[in-house]
Nanobody, 125 residues
Framework: VQLQASGGGSVQPGGSLRLSCVAS????????MGWFRQAPGKEREFVAA????????SYADSVKGRFTISKDTAKNTVYLQMAVLKPEDTAVYYC???????????????????WGQGTLVTVSS
């Protein structure tokens, strides 16, 4: 599976951005797609995940109510719509894919087998 993330940029606090992750290389019905982020000097952390089949979602508490993960099956693309952005959302955002994940393991980056290259989001006034 190859993953290509895009959509990062600079935005003021309170603004919005939409990240995209295009997947290719195999059938995706058994996959869970996730978004993670890594701020300077910090560990990579879970943001959101969605099952390719069925579409059930999971979110980190820090983004719940502000971020929305979705998918477009026809385009093999997963999106992360980010709203009410805060300076603490500044990070490199990575999309990832893994198989066999259950809801309780979606937050665990070690369960993901495939990773995109990352896209930088900067929230600053």
């Amino acid at each position: 599976v190859q993953l290509q993330a895009s959509g990062g940029g600079s935005v003021q606090p309170g603004g919005s951005l939409r990240l995209s992750c295009v997947a290719s290389g195999r059938t995706f019905s058994s996959l869970t797609m996730g978004w993670f982020r890594q701020a300077p000097g910090k560990e990579r952390e879970f943001v959101a995940a969605i099952r390719w089949s069925g579409g059930s979602t999971s979110y980190a508490d820090s983004v719940k109510g502000r971020f929305t993960i979705s998918k477009d099956t026809a385009k093999n693309t997963v999106y992360l719509q980010m709203a009410v952005l805060k300076p603490e959302d500044t990070a490199v955002y990575y999309c990832a894919a893994g198989s066999g994940l259950i809801a309780s393991t979606r937050h665990d980056l070690h369960k993901y087998d495939y990773w995109g290259q990352g896209t930088l989001v900067t929230v600053s006034s």
